[in-house]
């Protein structure tokens, strides 16, 4: 009878921490790979360059992407993200004071990413769609700065952390200031950012997360101790029957 209060007292703790106690985690996740696409479809693969805006001494705009490994965190209920970009990573190009960098979901294939095929969809693809955040960044070296991620962004990720055959997460960017056609009044004055950039991981999510289930063995506690409360309930009132 001891071991069954026991059991019933560990259950009821287990089930507080189950419903109202999860335990808040921390995860610092940084990209493993990065690039570019141009507004004809090209991309170079130069490793590392993570350039987005409007080139001038070209003529092409640029979108950039993000590539992520969420294998960590499969298994959580992400609570909140964001995204960090590290300092002195490339330069801030252009006279505009400042540009806006917004940041989108990526529905195409990595793998066409990763291994630099080219295609007009792919650019148009990383600039578009599912709005992750974006920010301001004021003209002058560039220096860390992070974005808050979207709900949207939320729910990607952890569809993405619990696929069973691919943990890898896009993040597409563009600039959101830079016109949609150039002539002498804008073609000097839009601007970019990471021009040049070099840095092998350009930016990491900060995730915070809670177990989004119970382990087995908590169940079986939990399963256990409520056995437990059901046969104590059962036994007093048998013994309040025989009394009577």
Known sequence: MRTLRVAAALSCAVLFSVIGGKASNAATIENFTGGWYQNNGTTFGIANNIYVGWNPNTGTAYNNWLGFNLAGIAGQNITSATLTFYGSNGAYGGTDPSETLGLFAYNGSINALSSNQNGVGIYNDLGSGASYGQATVSKGPLTQFSVTLSAQAIADMMAAANNPTDQRFVIGGTLLTIAPTHDSDNWWTDGSLFVNSTLQ?????????????????????????????????YRRRKVAALAA
Do not use: C, D, K, R
């Open 201 to 233: 991981h350009a930016a990491f999510l900060n995730v915070e997360t809670v177990a989004a289930v119970p382990e087995p063995s908590t169940w079986a506690m939990m399963i256990l101790g409520f056995a437990g409360v059901g046969y104590m309930t």
